[in-house]
């Protein structure tokens, strides 16, 4: 599974970074998650961030940020 964290480096984005990568590890998936700040690339999948990318597929964008049971759900629905 590949996820991107979409966002520039604000404190949100950094909060999905983290909500993510410990939803992983609860979820027990293997993953890879990587951190995409560069705004070219972000704005292929949104304009609104934080994004969340699961498998190529934009889940979440924007305000206000999930919580960590929606996160877990938005990953295993692409699972």
Do not use: F, W
Request: with cysteine; net charge neutral; proline share 5%.
């Amino acid at each position: 599974m590949e996820i991107k964290v979409l966002g520039p480096g604000c404190a949100n984005c950094h909060k999905m970074e983290e909500l993510a990568r410990k939803a992983v590890a609860e979820l027990g998936i293997d993953a890879r998650i990587e951190k995409v700040s560069d705004i070219a690339e972000i704005m292929k999948y949104t304009m609104s961030t934080p994004g969340l990318v699961v498998n190529g597929r934009l889940v979440h964008s924007g305000k206000p940020l999930p919580d960590m049971e929606k996160i877990k759900d938005l990953i295993k629905q692409e699972a």
